[in-house]
């Protein structure tokens, strides 16, 4: 079985308060053991958090081997404050207090950086986002400070402007990737970094009602041109699906977001080779998000 590359273990996946509220006073010990247990019920081995400000993912780490469970974790993700994030992990208003940030999450035994570059699909909008992203300024300091202190940069990032700057600036790896681009596909390509398209974070609300399904079709037709490009041009791509999100839930997501790829590549790829890639892009997250 895939491992999941990006997960937040302290959702649930059905009510983002809920799950809030259950682990405020201290993380939840019950709560994180049977989340663990349904990976480990799918035969998943390495989970890599998103990161949260309760702790989750941090005791999540240090009982995951109980389940056989290779667990990396940014600890908390890093936003500009009055930027999205807050859900999250912590803010910071300049980049004193960015790097503050990231010593303290070294310090407290992360495993890499997470960052948050932009906004989130606007569901309700098909082809917008919910905010202007950070600058190419801004991007590549918070990139380069991260690099510095010898960790990697998991990057929250939508919009093609935004991903090219943070993979021009050396990212490790783009989350949801969201209205990149022809020339951003080939700049993501040519680099170092790996995409983590979090497909199923569309394809999953499509009946839910909660949002207008024929917004939510178009979102998932394009990014699903995107993944097929990006397979297509040779783009490293690896499966994650933020699971804990909204109707994705634990060790189930990753198995969605799997088949949503399955059937994307299908006329593109053998199932080999489409496994090839995936592993083969996982096993690049594995080996580069990691501190000894
Ligand atoms: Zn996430």
Redesign the pocket.
């Known amino acids: 079985m895939f491992g999941e590359c ?3 273990l302290f959702m649930n996946g059905y009510n983002y308060h809920e799950a809030v509220e259950l682990h405020r006073d201290r993380p939840k010990e019950d709560d994180i053991r049977e989340k663990l247990r349904l990976y480990q019920e799918q035969g998943v081995t390495f989970v890599r958090d ?2 949260d400000a309760l702790g989750v993912s941090a005791l999540a780490k240090k009982i995951a081997p109980e389940y056989g469970i290779d667990y990396r974790t940014p600890l908390f ?1 890093i936003h500009k404050n009055g930027h999205y994030g807050g859900i ?1 992990g912590y803010g910071f208003d300049n980049m004193k207090e960015y790097h503050s940030l990231v010593k303290r999450a070294i310090r407290e035994g992360a495993d890499f950086i ?1 960052v948050m570059f932009s906004g989130i699909l606007d569901f309700g909008q098909a082809g917008a986002l919910t905010e202007e992203p950070l600058d190419a300024e801004e991007i590549r300091e918070m990139i380069h400070i991260a690099h510095e202190e010898g960790m990697a940069v998991m990057a ?1 990032v939508n919009g093609a402007e935004a991903v090219r700057n943070a993979v021009e600036a050396g990212v490790d790896s783009v ?2 990737g969201n209205f990149m681009d022809e020339d951003c596909l080939q700049a993501l390509a040519g680099s170092r970094a790996v995409w983590v398209p ?1 497909y199923v ?1 569309i394809t999953n609300l499509i009946g839910s009602g909660r949002f207008d399904d024929a917004s939510l079709r178009r979102l998932a037709e394009q990014q699903g041109e995107r993944i097929r490009r990006g397979l297509a041009l040779g783009v490293k791509i690896a499966l ?1 699906s ?1 699971a ?2 909204y109707r994705v839930p634990h060790a189930q997501g990753i198995i969605d977001e799997y088949r949503e790829f399955q059937r994307l590549a299908a006329p593109l790829l053998t199932k080999e080779e489409l496994d090839a890639r995936l592993a083969a892009a996982e096993h690049k997250i594995q080996k580069r998000f990691f501190r000894v």
Do not use: I
């Open positions: 990006h997960a937040h998103g990161g993700a999250v997470k929250h989350e949801h979090t974070t994650g933020d804990g999100a």
